[in-house]
């Protein structure tokens, strides 16, 4: 009998939790303006069926969606900005962007699997100040390396940014050359390093870190670069192409390896870290 009554309630719980998903209001596609079932839209990977449109994700998500269920490991979830500069209004912004978004910053960092592999992950989330860059991105990114140096592990950072944190100010500059410090000796343990830009990866990030990776991969139509359109045609007085910094415009120059759909991409990362570990492996059984 409480068998029975633990299975109606079970079922009762999914039903609503079911029709709750269903009555969920429709989203609007901000690349070709069709309503998207909210609930369809999330088995989509949140791209839109119509127009292809990707959108940008809760890094969250994005952990979800590659990494191996219940083996993520946050690290470093605690670490926040002292600003520094004591620029006016920061502290409050930070503030209601953690209790909006869960996050204390706009990196999250941490252990994982990948299909079985284990690698160090590092997610970049747009929803906080565009995934700005400052103090606390750029040391969570360096002792993410750090670690994964440590403990001989392959890298994976999903870069999204608007650039440099003006708040932070030469603060968030620095970031580039400690970064890229903490991914060159990481390299010379021998590890494996990939990123895969996302939309949009600008500014200070893909100047730096976001275009050292040994294996460099890209989301469709993801917006990569450094200064913006119009400030590079002003500078140079010329009219760039329409797909300019674009994902297919990098991968045709040869700036990226791939361009992976959101649906393979666990698997391609999957695929790159065994092929990477099967050396280590072999030599491991000799």
Request: glycine share 10%; charged share 25%; hydrophobic share 40%.
């Amino acid at each position: 009998m409480l068998i029975d009554l633990f299975q109606k309630t079970r079922l009762t719980s999914m039903q609503m939790k079911r029709q709750a998903a269903e009555e969920r209001p429709d989203i609007v596609c901000k690349g070709c303006g069709k309503k998207l079932n909210a609930r369809t839209y999330g088995r989509n990977l949140y791209v839109c069926p119509y127009c292809g449109r990707y959108s940008r994700l809760l890094a969250r998500t994005r952990i979800r969606q590659v990494a191996d269920k219940d083996s993520f490991h946050e690290l470093d979830a605690g670490l926040r900005s002292l600003d520094p500069l004591g620029f006016p209004g920061y502290p409050q912004k930070l503030a209601a962007l953690a209790e909006k978004t869960g996050m204390n910053d706009a990196v999250i960092t941490g252990e994982c699997t990948i299909g079985g592999e284990a690698a160090c992950i590092a997610v970049m989330d747009s929803h906080f100040m565009m995934a700005s860059m400052g103090s606390v991105v750029g040391e969570k990114l360096t002792r993410l390396f750090e670690h994964a140096a440590r403990k001989h592990l392959p890298v994976i950072v999903f870069t999204a940014s608007g650039g440099a944190r003006m708040q932070e100010g030469m603060y968030s500059l620095l970031q580039m050359a400690k970064v890229s410090g903490a991914v060159e000796r990481h390299s010379r343990t021998g590890g494996l390093y990939i990123t895969v830009l996302t939309d949009p990866t600008t500014g200070g990030v893909t100047a730096s870190f976001a275009s050292l990776g040994d294996i460099i991969l890209a989301e469709p139509h993801a917006t990569v670069g450094f200064a913006g359109r119009r400030v590079i045609e002003g500078t140079i007085g010329e009219t760039l192409p329409d797909d300019f910094q674009s994902a297919e415009f990098l991968l045709a120059h040869g700036f990226c390896d791939e361009i992976v759909p959101r649906n393979r991409m666990k698997q391609r990362l999957a695929a790159l870290l065994k092929l990477h570990a099967a050396p280590k492996k072999r030599r491991a059984k000799g």
